[in-house]
């Protein structure tokens, strides 16, 4: 599967706006993870993970997302808190050009375990060979 933008259900009546995520139905995996991240000072990712797929969210503020999948380069502008973007596994992702106030929303289809990650773009190219995946 490819990455790609999730419109996410969103009702605005006039008290304002609610956004809902619902796993294993607009987020194409069960939801086993989530964490958020914010006060961000530096680009984040600089990595690949093995078999975890994950949904980044904007809550607030913006940011940029540069996905690899060994061949091809994607690029994202993630300002929208009802979209999230889909990132399957064995993607390298960067994240990048936070805005100071931005809090971002991360669904992930696995529990955290380092031994998933590929953390460096040569590792990640070693692994991709290794496995017959380029």
């Known amino acids: ?4 933008l ?10 304002g706006f609610l956004t809902a995520v619902e796993g294993a139905q607009d987020i194409p995996f069960e939801i086993k993870r989530i ?4 006060h961000v000072s530096a680009d984040r990712g600089g990595h690949a993970l093995i078999d975890t797929d994950q949904v980044l969210i904007p809550i607030h503020g913006k940011l940029k997302v540069k996905l690899f999948n060994g061949k091809e380069t994607e690029e994202y502008l ?3 808190c009802t979209k999230g973007l889909y990132i399957p ?9 936070f805005t100071p106030e931005t809090v971002c929303l991360v669904l992930a289809s696995t529990h955290y375990d380092m031994s998933r990650y590929l953390r460096s773009m040569d590792a990640y190219m ?4 290794e496995n017959h995946l380029i």
């Not at 599967?1 to 790609?4: G, K, P």
């Not at 596994?89 to 050009?97: A, K, Q, S, V």
């Open 6 to 15: 999730i419109d996410l259900k969103t009702i605005e009546d006039p008290r």
């Open 78 to 80: 993630m300002d929208d």
């Open 35 to 38: 964490f958020y991240l914010y």
């Open 126 to 129: 070693a692994y991709l060979k």
């Open 89 to 97: 596994r064995l993607y390298f992702t960067n994240m990048y050009e």
């Open 1 to 4: 599967m490819h990455s790609h």
